[in-house]
């Protein structure tokens, strides 16, 4: 698809069924629990109710049909179809839908496929076709055969030729090796992968014991394929040899022996009938013979297994069933059930597993109820609203805070009396080890005389029969020579008779010679016989002996087991209950914490809000001040300068006035001088003229000097003024930048406190986003939310079939034929029953048509063969086979009335989006989606190769990719 119209990975579709198939009631089967009982969607929505205060709405239809459909058929439907659903306003629709879906074809089909995959993990096909077994499979569907019969003809089959030889594909096709069959057993059928197990105690789960896994080892052990020649081809069959008990130590602990006999998983190892060799087998072990024990291990495992009694194997079946319809299990891995891994609602999984078993183990039934139930029902989207509604998790996640103290203090409890009953197991065992060792011995020996005994018997036998083939044939010879003689003796004329006689008693002369010798080795090999005889007498005698020296040593051993088995299942309850209730707190833990960061998320922002208006205000006090401060920096440097002027007049005047004081006081002397000289001398004219000169300079002085004394006074006011200015605009001064110092310390404060609340802000704002993330998740593992499911191999296959309607087409060829070939009657047309047969018959030859496919996507999109197939990946070959395989685009081109088609018809651009996304997603375009597509088709000059790139694009994206 062009760049510019990339296809929107919303997560929304449905579909419904064939419109043919709507009109089939429902026929062979019911599909309700019995009368009486609760139904099972019922009790899941109460164990799975949603936390208190949480309101999460159903599922769309547009949701729900695709998922539906998908889920039951592995096929959504046409534009056609989807839009009938969504528009219909029937309250109970969606029951309807889930029960014509379960009755279709296509759910056989599609369950088949999901079992095949489930039970064979996509080995290669090597002593079953894959179109035998399924052919099995699907007629075991169609006939909603219970699960627990298909597990045990499966374990049980013998492969011989015939109906029942596809059920042995199980064994067959995994070689019948020992511990790839134990391993898969314990996996697909117990939910435990023992496979850590195999040679100690899982030092990682405590439940998974070694003694489990040899245990169910001691059962595949004793299966083994043998060849047989059956009308002229080898066709390998399973036969079954005589079991005996397992020897094994750990690894970890070299030397400790260990025994078991063959045990499922958590219980104690089956006691089996003692027999003496020789007695073991109804069909004895030989070349090219299926040998069968009195006693089979395999017939014992799957009924000991299928009988209803057995919580591992019913519970496994509904978790690996549950899986199927909401893509993971209660307890997932699917493998790993255990009670440190505990269900989502242990509570739901022994319940499920008790009416599993009681219902027959009904597979369709229990479909049923899942898809009835709200879980399964639920969105995949999260509602916005729900962010708004975790508050009481909290308060629910204290309750259960105090209810965990119990458990843990029961489960402690309960692991301290398992601890001691383990311990007495050991003590009993190890007091048996050593007579079972001596048993094994005996057996051994007795084994060897059973040997000796029959390879003597075998000689006498061999002897007798080499007498017998001489004796009959001498005496016929004698007969005949004394009958040819009599006659010989009647014609005496007839010399041919006469030699024939003479030829016949020469030749039984010879015979009757060679008599002797085989009489007498017959006689010695019969002779030999008693010897080996009694040996073996001898041998079963000391081997029974030696199994009444165990008698005492087993009894005790067995009660030490069941103690210790009551022991850990104790403990595994009490440690399941512990951990199950730690998971949900858990969880309630996380939803609590989800809307405690919601708040923290808040209260930063408004953190943020007010430390911002802080600082603005602060800022603005700042600028405030700057111009007060400013001010008084001036006046004090005005007043520094007027005081600096007045100290300067100041001093002029000082200086002055001390000046003319000198000068006053220096001319008063010599006054003074002047007058004492001219009382001393003559007057004189020079010192009547000098004494007349100096008076007036003495009042000129005078003046002067009083007025540098005048001066001098106000330059001291004014520099009193001038410095009580200067003082007055210092404080001044010194007080608004102490005020701006302030402020914009303040100011600082605020920035630092700003900048604090956007950190804290920035660090609730990623913590919240993780937790926001990952919110969807974590209620989707708790099945709050719908789980997001990738598309099988084959369901992706026959998605891209029907959505280019390449389905439609070879089906509608199908019914042409079959319409032309074998033509329904009237009344034909008007039973149910034949009608189902007849969509039966079409699903099966358009199947045929188009069944070659499947191995490419299997090849594409599915896991390793012999690995579990349920995890997701992508790789670039997936993505060149979407953009370049030649076929999906001749797919794609338009015909038969596909969404392609359609696009190019449609008139209205509204209707060809809608056509788009309801032929290809099942759900109606949004109205940004809508005008996206209308905006690409009027851009694009050639309408058929843009609608054909509009179909690419939505087949290419994530949304066609998985089911929501």
């Known amino acids: 698809m062009n760049a510019d119209f990339p296809p929107r990975l919303s997560f929304r579709a449905a579909w419904l069924k064939q419109s043919s198939l709507l009109l089939i009631g429902l026929l062979a089967f019911p599909l309700v629990p019995a009368a009486g009982q609760e139904p099972l969607h019922q009790i899941i929505n109460r164990e799975l109710a949603l936390p208190a205060g949480l309101q999460i709405p159903p599922a769309s239809d547009a949701e729900f049909l695709r998922r539906a459909s998908l889920d039951l058929t592995g096929m959504p439907p046409s534009a056609d179809e989807a839009r009938a659903f969504i528009n219909d306003t029937a309250p109970d629709k969606r029951q309807?839908?889930?029960?014509?879906?379960?009755?279709?074809?296509l759910h056989h089909r599609h369950l088949a496929a999901s079992l095949d995959v489930m039970l064979m993990e996509r080995r290669a096909n090597q002593h079953v076709s894959q179109d035998e077994w399924m052919a099995w499979l699907m007629a075991s569907v169609r006939s909603n055969k219970p699960w627990n019969i298909l597990v045990r003809e499966l374990l049980t089959?013998?492969?011989?030729?015939?109906p029942g030889r596809p059920a042995a594909r199980f064994l067959l096709d995994r070689a019948a090796e020992p511990h790839t069959v134990a391993r898969d057993v314990g996996r697909v059928f117990f939910g435990r992968d023992l496979q850590c197990a195999q040679c100690h105690d899982s030092p990682i789960i405590a439940d998974f014991l070694q003694q489990d896994y040899q245990g169910l080892l001691a059962v595949s052990t004793a299966t083994y394929s043998v060849v047989r020649k059956i009308d002229g081809k080898d066709v390998t069959v399973l036969g079954e040899r005589a079991g005996g008990d397992l020897t094994f130590e750990s690894v970890f602990a070299k030397g400790t022996s260990h025994r078991t006999g063959p045990r499922l998983p958590g219980l104690p190892a089956r006691v089996e009938p003692f027999l003496v060799p020789g007695e073991e087998y109804e069909v004895a072990p030989a070349d090219g013979v299926r040998a069968v024990p009195k006693v089979s291990r395999r017939q014992w495992l799957a009924a000991a297994a299928t009988d209803g009694s057995n919580d591992a194997f019913n519970e496994n079946a509904v978790n690996r069933l549950w899986s199927l319809m909401f893509g993971r299990g209660?307890?997932?891995?699917?493998?790993?059930?255990?009670?440190?891994?505990?269900?989502?609602?242990?509570?739901?999984?022994?319940?499920?597993?008790?009416?599993?078993?009681?219902?027959?183990?009904?597979?369709?039934?229990?479909?049923?109820?899942?898809?009835?139930?709200?879980?399964?029902?639920?969105?995949?989207?999260?509602?916005?609203?729900?962010?708004?509604?975790?508050?009481?998790?909290?308060?629910?996640?204290?309750?259960?805070?105090?209810?965990k103290v119990v458990l843990d203090a029961a489960s402690l409890e309960a692991a301290t009396a398992r601890d001691a009953a383990d311990a007495a197991f050991t003590a009993a065992e190890a007091a048996l080890i050593p007579l079972a060792a001596e048993r094994d011995k005996v057996r051994g020996q007795a084994a060897e005389a059973l040997k000796k005994r029959d390879e003597a018997k075998a000689a006498a036998n061999a002897a007798a029969a080499a007498l017998n083939a001489r004796q009959t044939p001498a005496a016929a010879l004698r007969n005949a020579a004394e009958s040819a003689a009599r006659a010989a003796a009647a014609l005496p004329e007839d010399a041919n008779l006469d030699a024939v006689a003479k030829i016949l008693a020469t030749r039984a002369q010879a015979a009757a010679a060679e008599l002797p010798a085989l009489q007498k080795a017959t006689e010695e090999k019969q002779a030999a016989v008693a010897a080996p005889e009694e040996a073996l007498k001898n041998a079963i005698a000391a081997l029974q002996t030696a199994q009444q020296n165990t008698t005492a040593p087993m009894q005790a051993l067995s009660e030490a087991e069941t103690a210790a088995v009551a022991a850990r299942q104790k403990y595994a309850q009490a440690q399941l209950l512990a951990m199950s209730l730690d998971a949900r707190l858990k969880h309630l833990q996380k939803l609590a914490e989800f809307d405690s960061s919601r708040q923290t998320l808040t209260a930063a922002v408004q953190l943020v809000a007010s430390r911002q208006a802080e600082l603005t205000t602060a800022r603005q006090q700042v600028q405030e001040q700057l111009p007060l401060s400013e001010s008084a920096t001036k006046k004090r440097q005005t007043a520094e300068q007027q005081?600096?002027?007045?100290?300067?007049?100041?001093?002029?005047?000082?200086?002055?006035?001390?000046?003319?004081g000198k000068a006053a006081a220096a001319l008063a002397d010599a006054n003074a001088a002047l007058g004492r000289a001219t009382a001393l001398l003559e007057p004189t004219a020079s010192l009547t003229a000098t004494a007349a000169a100096l008076a007036p300079k003495s009042s000129t002085l005078a003046a002067d000097a009083q007025a540098a004394a005048k001066t001098a006074a106000a330059a001291a006011a004014v520099l009193q003024t001038a410095t009580l200015a200067m003082q007055t605009a210092t404080a001044e001064a010194t007080a608004a930048e102490s005020e701006l110092t302030r402020r914009k310390e303040l100011m600082a404060a605020a920035e630092a406190a700003f900048t604090a609340a956007q950190t804290a802000f920035s660090a609730a704002e990623a913590s919240h986003r993780e937790l926001d993330a990952t919110l969807p998740s974590n209620l989707a593992k708790h099945f709050e939310l719908?789980?997001?499911?990738?598309?099988?191999?084959?369901?992706?296959?026959?998605?891209?079939?029907?959505?280019?309607?390449?389905?439609?087409?070879?089906?509608?060829?199908?019914?042409?034929?079959?319409?032309?070939?074998?033509?329904?009657?009237?009344e034909q047309k008007q039973n149910p029953a034949v009608l189902a047969e007849r969509e039966q018959q079409l699903e099966q030859r358009t199947w045929d048509k188009l069944k070659s496919n499947i191995g490419q996507y299997a090849a594409l999109y599915g896991g390793a063969p012999g690995q579990p197939q349920t995890d997701f990946y992508a790789s670039a070959d997936q993505a060149l086979f979407t953009a370049n395989g030649g076929s999906i685009n001749s797919w794609i081109a338009p015909a038969a009335g596909n969404a392609t088609e359609r696009i190019i018809k449609a008139?209205?651009?509204?209707?060809?989006?809608?056509?788009?996304?309801?032929?290809?997603?099942?759900?109606?375009?949004?109205?940004?989606?809508?005008?996206?597509?209308?905006a690409f088709l009027?851009?694009?000059?050639?309408?058929?190769?843009?609608?054909?790139?509009?179909?690419?694009?939505?087949?290419?994206?994530?949304?066609?990719r998985f089911v929501f």
């Open 938 to 960: 009027a851009s694009r000059p050639d309408r058929s190769k843009a609608a054909a790139e509009l179909v690419w694009g939505l087949m290419s994206s994530a949304e066609f």
């Open 330 to 403: 209660l307890v997932q891995p699917l493998d790993m059930l255990h009670p440190d891994n505990p269900a989502v609602s242990p509570q739901l999984l022994k319940q499920l597993g008790r009416r599993f078993a009681d219902s027959g183990f009904d597979i369709r039934m229990f479909l049923r109820e899942l898809a009835l139930s709200e879980p399964w029902q639920r969105p995949f989207d999260l509602p916005e609203a729900v962010r708004q509604q975790l508050a009481a998790a909290k308060s629910a996640a204290e309750r259960l805070a105090a209810e």
């Open 96 to 105: 309807k839908l889930i029960d014509r879906l379960l009755q279709s074809p």
């Open 643 to 660: 005081l600096a002027t007045a100290q300067a007049t100041m001093t002029q005047a000082t200086q002055l006035e001390q000046q003319v």
């Open 157 to 162: 089959a013998d492969g011989e030729p015939g």
């Open 907 to 934: 008139t209205d651009p509204t209707a060809a989006a809608e056509e788009l996304y309801l032929g290809i997603l099942t759900r109606m375009p949004t109205p940004e989606e809508a005008a996206d597509v209308a």
């Open 786 to 826: 719908a789980s997001l499911k990738p598309l099988t191999p084959e369901q992706l296959c026959w998605t891209v079939f029907k959505v280019t309607a390449v389905y439609d087409r070879y089906y509608a060829a199908e019914l042409a034929e079959l319409d032309k070939s074998n033509p329904l009657t009237d």
